[in-house]
């Protein structure tokens, strides 16, 4: 099996490549200097060159806030709209399976029941709705796609919550955190091993995937990687961790309040859950620490 990878200078695809290696199978890890994916003709060129079986297209823009701006929302829609369109008509000509990643932003995050992966497509952003363009896109133009939505990510390849978090305690005795948006983090090398599995498989459809455990805020997770990291324990605090609501943190674009996902459907077809995101960040912080 010979898979194209993109994005693969980013968190996951770093990680799915390693894993795809690791399984033995032929990994071709593309960024824009490889493949521009806003350009047709250039993304028609390497499927040409390559002939994948399989195409893992992480490669997306996910600068939430600075897609809001003007200037960039053209940009933005290139990226995660057409360049996943063209990925798609090329995955349909040469019979490719296609892994899309997308998100929870794709909903409104309204109410405090997990999303199902049928329920209605309705973000409150402009990095939202250029997924959820993408995600109609791909159904319309083939039959042999994965969509799965992830939420929270974290990996060891480029900057992510749980880096900042670590710096910030580096250098705060206090850090504030808001704790009503709720919903999973997601290991970059736990989901690249479920994707992998995916890839190795028919199950064709719309899955959401996230570390396993409880629903929490950002707050929680705050506190989970303090502790992981020796910053908190139960003689005394390091840092203190302090909850917040999400108006003292005004942002560009608006988050989801509920980001919760269902993710029953990956049991229901034999795939096996990722583990819970306590033991992700656990193993995590062992690995950029060390």
């Not at 992830?150 to 900042?164: D, L």
Request: contains cysteine; glycine residues 6%; hydrophobic residues 35%.
């Amino acid at each position: 099996m010979k898979v194209l990878v993109t994005g693969v200078k980013g968190q996951l695809g770093f990680d799915v490549v390693n894993e795809l290696e690791k399984r033995g199978y032929e990994a071709v890890g593309v960024d824009i200097e490889e493949m521009d994916i806003t350009d047709k003709d250039s993304v028609s060129s390497m499927f040409s060159k390559e002939s994948p079986d399989v195409v893992i297209h992480c490669a997306a823009w996910t600068a939430v806030d600075a897609a809001e701006e003007e200037d960039n929302i053209t940009k933005v829609f290139a990226v995660n709209k057409t360049g996943t369109e063209y990925i798609a008509e090329e995955c349909k000509k040469n019979n490719a399976k296609l892994l899309f990643l997308s998100t929870d932003y794709v909903f409104d995050g309204q109410g405090e029941e997990p999303w199902k992966t049928e329920d209605e497509r309705n973000p409150l952003n402009v990095y939202g709705q250029s997924k959820a363009e993408a995600e109609i896109a791909i159904q319309k133009i083939m039959e042999k796609y994965f969509i799965v939505r992830i939420s929270w990510v974290f990996g060891k390849n480029g900057k992510n919550f749980v880096k900042t978090m670590l710096n910030l305690g580096k250098t705060h005795d206090k850090i504030t955190v808001v704790n009503d948006q709720v919903g999973s983090p997601t290991y970059t090398y736990d989901l690249a091993r479920l994707l992998v599995d995916m890839a190795e498989s028919d199950k064709y459809g719309i899955y959401h995937a996230a570390n396993e455990g409880e629903f929490i805020s950002w707050y929680d997770f705050t506190v989970e990687i303090m502790k992981q990291a020796g910053r908190i324990d139960d003689k005394y605090n390091h840092v203190q961790v302090i909850p917040v609501g999400s108006e003292q943190y005004p942002s560009k674009a608006k988050r989801p309040s509920n980001s919760r996902m269902e993710k029953g459907k990956l049991k229901e077809n034999g795939y096996e859950p990722l583990p819970t995101w306590q033991d992700a960040v656990k193993r995590y912080i062992q690995e950029i620490m060390e």
